[in-house]
């Protein structure tokens, strides 16, 4: 017996197997990639062949043109550039849509063909290439696995050695697997989640380790033994177009006379099909703040400085582990709520520029501006990021290259003119920033060439 969505008790009517007991239950952030477990039971005869059939038909006359979705050229060397085609477009899906994913995935392969040529690459070369994906583990992963692929010579070619690849979970290992290597292995990701939940009428919270193993068992007793890759392809098309979250194509949908939340929704009309997968309310985020501080070096001229030219702007390297791991950023201090007023935030960052830099706003610089541009709220998947954004203009007499060189570490920090950090890869949230700043400065210009030439000052120190 299983309980519906909706609290009413309802009978299976397809036997499904008995789960083991002591199953542990997972943290609510915990993803299908990291809770599936290795040796999945493979019994394709228990699934009807009416249904995998009818799946495929679909899929065949329905499937969406990918790029990533290339007949891999007869041998070795052709499976391979199929395997690491599937590899990268896998890992790029992952918490991201599939139009956004095809531009990224383009020019990556375009600059990267083959998993060799990713190895030779630096992770500052992939960080820039992957800008705006988010999640940047996953990059640093994706080179990590390239070096240890490259260094074997060899792609692994089974699931259970593609899981030994740094950054490679069951999901990934099982959609590389079947779709480059024909391997009969079965992979679940959220729209898989989402088909057999309905198919099977699974009530119980998908967020449990018991409940994503007995997904993994039953996909793997779906999967087509002569069509594997193509099959598990069809899975995910189905989820992600006809058995969507909230608007399922029911009356469209291949699989629908198998469908069990379907046939309960028929029965009883407190069921619904959208009830399965049971929705569960998502952790809610953490709320940060931080003071940024886009410090702008100027050299030249004043007109020239008011112009842009002659700019150049500290970024520094985040550590290479945790949040937005060995990316760079402009100048930024975590601080209390009840410290973002503008002179707590301003003391905070005095205070890191001096231990990050030696510098002195005070003493040693010429604050030629400084002001408070405005807030941007960033949101990552535990964290809500209130960004408390000023623009500092500082003027350096001499070798401004000394700036860097007099940090705890120069190679943390570096100094980019404004055409380089235009074309640099940096994330969605610091690009807003500097655009904040940008449309700031263009304001600031705006309102100094309305100011009649006789009266027109330089801009004030703050």
């Keep these: 017996m299983a309980k519906s969505p909706k609290g009413k008790v309802t009978t299976s009517r397809r036997p499904t197997r008995k789960l083991q007991a002591g199953s542990a239950v997972a943290p609510p952030s915990a993803d299908i990639e990291d809770l599936a477990t290795s040796g999945v039971l493979v019994g394709p005869a ?20 990918l790029p990533w979705r290339f007949s891999a050229v007869p041998g070795r060397e052709g499976r391979e ?24 995935y383009s020019r990556w392969m375009e600059r990267w063909p083959t998993v060799e040529t990713l190895a030779a690459a630096t992770q500052e070369e992939v960080n820039e290439m992957w800008a705006g994906l988010g999640y940047y583990r996953r990059a640093r992963f994706l080179l990590e696995g390239a070096k240890q692929i490259a260094e074997k010579g060899e792609f692994p070619s089974t699931a259970s050695t593609l899981r030994q690849v740094r950054g490679i979970g069951d999901y990934t290992a099982g959609a590389i697997a079947s779709i480059a290597f024909n391997e009969v292995t079965p992979l679940v990701d959220g729209n898989v989640v989402r088909v057999i939940s309905r198919l099977f009428a699974i009530a119980d919270n998908p967020k449990e380790s018991s409940t994503i193993k ?3 068992e039953l996909a793997g007793q779906l999967v087509d033994p002569s069509r594997p890759g193509d099959f598990n392809q069809a899975m995910m098309e ?3 177009t006809l058995c969507s979250k909230t608007k399922p194509g029911c009356s469209e949908c291949p699989v ?6 379907l046939a309960l929704s028929q029965e009883n009309p407190s069921v619904g ?8 309310p998502k952790a809610k985020p953490r709320h940060d703040f931080a003071a940024v501080c886009v410090v702008q070096i100027a050299q030249g001229l004043e007109q020239e400085m008011a112009a842009g030219q002659c700019n150049l702007f500290l970024l520094i390297k985040r550590p290479e582990e945790g949040l937005l791991a060995g990316l760079w950023e402009f100048p930024s201090v975590l601080v209390d709520e009840s410290k973002t007023d503008s002179l707590n935030r301003r003391k905070e960052m005095d205070k890191y520029l001096k231990q990050l830099l030696d510098i002195d706003v005070k003493r040693k610089y010429d604050v030629v501006l400084r002001e408070d541009v405005g807030q941007h709220v960033h949101i990552f998947s535990h964290i809500r990021l209130r960004m408390h954004v000023e623009l500092m203009v500082l003027k350096i007499q001499g070798d401004v290259g000394q700036v860097c060189n007099k940090g705890q570490d120069s190679m943390k920090l570096k100094l980019v003119d404004e055409n380089s950090i235009d074309s640099m890869g940096l994330t969605s949230g610091i690009r807003k920033v500097y ?14 060439s309305q100011i009649p030439t006789r009266k027109r000052s330089r801009w004030q120190k703050q």
């Design 81 to 104: 550039k199929r395997a690491y085609a599937v590899w990268v477009s896998e890992v790029m899906l992952q918490q991201t849509m599939v139009p956004v994913v095809i531009d990224y």
């Design 256 to 261: 629908s006379r198998h469908c069990q939340a």
């Design 238 to 240: 189905l989820g992600a």
């Design 273 to 280: 099909v959208t009830d399965y997968p049971r929705v569960v």
């Design 214 to 216: 007995r997904f993994w």
């Design 46 to 65: 228990s699934a009807p062949a009416a249904l995998r059939s009818g799946l495929l038909r679909w899929y065949d006359a329905h499937r969406r043109d």
């Design 435 to 448: 655009n904040m700043v940008k449309a700031f400065k263009e304001k600031k210009l705006l309102e100094q």
